[in-house]
């Protein structure tokens, strides 16, 4: 029962790093209907420069803020150079073009930085300490605690802000937004730069627990995909507690269910993201698609 | 006949001009080449089937590689097992990854392009590790070796009368595959001309107006399912044969993508699309990881990192600019610029003779 509740916390804490990246692809999906297959390459990104600025001496908690203010002016700049000029294209074209991006991301990755694995330093402690009978390492409590802090600063300023109301609004209703005076494409731009700050958290998170390569990513945003599809794709709230509960599944799945194991943990994930999308299309939190003819 | 062929149109002809051009290409490069091309035509084959689901019907797939990873394991385990000729499992692989991809359909019908390709996304992220579990069945991470097989008699007969030179066996696995693209591309001009082509696009258009005019909405989006899949799996059969093994790391996200540029930089929804774009995505990475150890002036490190990273950036780039430039692929830029040069010549004739040119859009 010990060991269950462990794999419960640990779990918690791995699906705050999927709940902070499939935050990430609810924030690009709001603002524009898109499902961005480049973020946790994004996030591998930032997460490289979090590293270059560690290893320079930099302290980790200097270095986490300014590397959050590096990826939201690049997630900025994607928007402008890239997502820009076709932002009224199919949804076939623009998930075309940011899987390109995700491949130019990983190849400027691996030439800028190699394809050596490096482990990347922890900020927190590697000792545990005992809640009620139940041993939680300091890593967990720290993701924990990090991720909370971010999801709801995300929080305050969508719904307390006014940016964060334009913001809304832009994605809500174009049209009505620029007759009012919003700057639309910006606000498309702004919520790039913000989905990419909040991936760029997930990155930082996870390259402790896994070895930082160019591919770190790639099944981790398999895992977010999930938790965004499990909480409905459009629903901030929704990726969190999507989040969440792949992070306790996947962990339990791999302890609990004969034959998983490590490797198959991914294909839970493609279970889970099937499942969903054949019983419950629109997820937990998410509102039904009604189609207009 | 003769009057036939003389009033061909001039397309017509170009197909027998590639045709005889790709009959006799191998005769004079090198075995090594030769299996190059023909992985690149096998390349051509699963990307015409992409072309199919994607270009015609409207339904955009990333987990391609899972079939072409199904298609080569089928035939690589029924030779093993049962120790049948090879080439005899290349048709079962295709119905197989074809009844696979049909019934993959059913489901892929509830949901939207977005939600269809991040599931396929996730399944070909997965397929490798999928792979790998079953050992006894698979070979495990190890997989499979393929024995590839020499030429018979009849084929190498006929290559020596012509060329004077024995045939190898990787010219023997590049006239198979190469029949294969030839019957597989007829058949797929042949259906798409047709009114099973004709519904596909008219779903990808509007699949409200397609059903309001009678169109079969479901039947033909599992039926292209099925189709791109069964291509696929003749794709992945070659695929094995070509490399001479199967294992799980042939299979990874890369080998979707590279169908996904391939389509994409080809020009979806053609015929001739698929084989310009299977050149281009087979050679580019090839080209692009050779080009940096040729630099004499470079480092030595920055060259090993630049052949790792060249190809997936010069992909990436390459894609990004295509879709925003030039989405209808290099098709669509040949089309463009015959249209043009043939307006432009079309309207230096009129003004001799005083008549208007017609408006292209209403021939």
């Not at chain 1, 402008?80 to 390109?100: C, F």
């Not at chain 2, 595959?177 to 030839?182: E, G, K, N, S």
């Not at chain 2, 199967?246 to 698929?274: E, K, R, W």
């Amino acid at each position: 029962m010990q060991e269950f509740f462990q794999l419960v916390v640990s779990g918690i804490a791995t699906g705050g790093i999927f709940a902070s990246l499939a935050l990430a692809l609810v924030l690009i999906y709001n603002a524009m209907g898109l499902v961005n297959f480049a973020q946790g390459e994004m996030a591998m990104f930032a997460t490289f420069v979090a590293y270059e600025l560690i290893i320079r001496g930099v302290s980790f908690w200097i270095a986490f803020p300014v590397t959050l203010v590096l990826a939201f002016g690049g997630g900025i700049a994607i928007q402008r150079i890239v997502i820009r000029p076709v932002e009224r294209a199919p949804v076939l074209t623009l998930v075309i073009i940011t899987l390109g991006l995700a491949t130019t991301i990983n190849g400027l990755a691996g030439f800028l930085f190699g394809y050596v694995p490096a482990s990347f330093p922890s900020p927190f402690s590697v000792r545990t300490i005992d809640v009620l009978g139940v041993y939680v390492g300091y890593q967990d409590l720290g993701v924990i605690a990090v991720t909370a802090v971010v999801l709801l600063a995300v929080y305050l300023l969508l719904e307390h802000t006014t940016v964060g109301l334009t913001l809304r609004a832009a994605a809500f209703h174009p049209e009505a937004s620029r007759l009012l005076g919003v700057h639309v494409s910006w606000m498309l731009a702004l919520g790039w730069g913000l989905a990419s700050a909040v991936g760029a958290v997930s990155g930082i998170l996870v390259a402790p627990v896994l070895l930082l390569d160019p591919d770190m990513m790639q099944s981790i945003i398999i895992y977010a995909f999930a938790a965004a599809v499990l909480g409905g794709i459009e629903s901030p709230l929704g990726a969190v507690v999507g989040g969440l509960v792949v992070g306790v599944t996947i962990n339990l799945a791999g302890a609990y269910i004969p034959h998983v194991g490590g490797d198959l943990q991914l294909a839970v994930g493609l279970a889970i993201i099937i499942a969903v999308l054949i019983l419950k299309p629109n997820g937990l939190f998410g509102r039904a698609a009604v189609r207009r003819v | 006949m003769i009057e036939r062929l003389r009033t061909a149109p001039p397309r017509y002809w170009l197909v027998g001009l590639v045709v005889l051009f790709f009959l006799g290409f191998p005769t004079v490069i090198s075995s090594f080449l030769a299996s190059e091309w023909s992985q690149a035509l096998v390349l051509a084959i699963a990307i015409m089937g992409l072309n199919i689901l994607v270009g015609y019907s409207g339904q955009l797939s990333l987990g391609h590689g899972a079939f072409i990873a199904l298609g080569a394991y089928t035939s690589a385990i029924i030779v093993h097992h049962f120790k049948v000729d090879y080439l005899l499992t290349i048709p079962i692989a295709g119905i197989l990854t074809g009844v696979v991809g049909f019934l993959f359909g059913v489901p892929a019908l509830r949901l939207s392009a977005l939600y269809l390709a991040l599931a396929t996304f996730a399944l070909a992220v997965v397929t490798p590790s999928l792979i790998k579990r079953p050992t006894e069945l698979t070979g495990g991470v190890q997989g499979i070796l393929i024995a590839q097989p020499d030429p018979p008699q009849f084929a190498s007969n006929v290559y020596s009368t012509i060329t004077g030179s024995a045939m190898t066996s990787e010219q023997w696995i590049y006239y198979v595959t190469l029949f294969c693209a030839l019957l597989l591309f007829w058949l797929a001009w042949n259906l798409l001309r047709h009114r099973p082509g004709r519904a596909m696009r008219a779903i990808r258009d509007s699949e409200v107006a397609a059903a309001a005019s009678g169109v079969n909405i479901a039947g033909y989006k599992t039926l292209a399912f099925g189709i791109s899949a069964f291509y696929a799996g003749v794709a992945g059969s070659l695929f094995g044969l070509g490399i001479g093994f199967v294992s799980p790391d042939a299979f990874p996200v890369g080998l979707s993508i590279q169908l996904l540029v391939g389509t994409v930089i080809g020009g979806l929804a053609s015929i001739p699309g698929p084989l310009l774009g299977a050149i281009f995505a087979y050679f580019l990475p090839i080209y692009a990881s050779q080009w940096a150890p040729n630099q004499t002036w470079l480092p030595a490190q920055i060259t090993a990192t630049v052949k790792n990273a060249g190809p997936a950036v010069s992909y990436g780039v390459i894609l990004i600019l295509v879709m925003i430039f030039a989405p209808n692929g290099i098709v669509g830029l040949v089309t463009r610029g015959y249209g043009a040069l043939s307006r432009r010549l079309r309207g230096a004739g009129d003004r001799e003779t005083g008549h208007v040119p017609p408006d292209p859009q209403t021939v």
